[in-house]
C-alpha cells in the first residue's frame, strides 16, 4: 500500500499530468490496482479537482516506470510512450469534503493548477488484489522485510 498527501495551495498548487497509476504501479495481470483518493477539503474545477477520461481503463498502459540496476542514476526510467490526449476527453470530478474517489489504476486521470483562492488537500493510498496476482520486481517501490506491504485481510 502506498500513501500519500496532496497539498494543493491557494493560486499556486501545481498540476498532475495526465497518467494512469498502472504506469507507476505494475501488476500482473495487470489492472489489480485500486486508488482510494479522499478529498479532506472541498475539491472543484477551481481548485485542482481530479479530471478523468471515461472508459480509459480499458485501453491498457503505453509505458511504465522501471527501477534502475543498484547503483543507477537516475534511480528510475521509463519504457514506452505516455499517449497525448485532449483536454475535451476529459471530465471534471468534483467531490466534497470527505468524499471518496475509487481511481481504477488503469484509467486515465489528472489534476490542474490550484488558481482559486482555497487550499485543496487530499489524502490518497492504493491496494492491490494479492489473490493471483503479482507485483512486478521491476517497480520503483519495492516491498522489504523491515518494509513489508501490509496486508489488508488475510
Not at 1 to 20: A, D, R
Not at 27 to 46: C, K, M, Q, S, Y
Not at 109 to 127: C, E, G, I, M
Request: overall charge negative.
Amino acid at each position: 500500500m502506498m500513501l500519500c498527501v496532496f497539498f494543493q495551495q491557494p493560486n499556486i498548487g501545481g498540476e498532475v499530468t495526465p497518467h494512469q497509476d498502472a504506469t507507476f504501479l505494475h501488476t500482473e495481470p495487470l489492472g489489480r490496482i485500486l486508488g482510494f483518493w479522499i478529498a479532506v477539503e472541498d475539491a472543484n474545477e477551481e481548485n485542482g479537482c481530479l479530471w478523468f477520461i471515461p472508459g480509459s481503463h480499458r485501453d491498457g498502459i503505453s509505458r511504465r516506470m522501471l527501477r534502475t540496476p543498484p547503483g543507477s542514476i537516475p534511480c528510475t526510467a521509463f519504457i514506452g510512450e505516455e499517449r497525448s490526449y485532449n483536454d475535451d476527453q476529459f471530465v471534471p470530478a468534483p467531490v466534497p469534503k470527505g468524499g471518496l474517489v475509487l481511481i481504477h489504476g488503469e484509467v486515465v486521470h489528472k489534476s490542474d493548477l490550484n488558481t482559486s483562492p482555497n487550499s485543496r488537500h487530499a489524502y490518497s493510498f492504493h491496494v492491490m488484489e494479492s489473490h493471483k496476482t503479482s507485483w512486478n520486481p521491476e517497480n520503483w517501490l519495492q516491498p522489504s522485510q523491515d518494509l513489508p506491504f501490509p496486508s489488508l485481510y488475510t
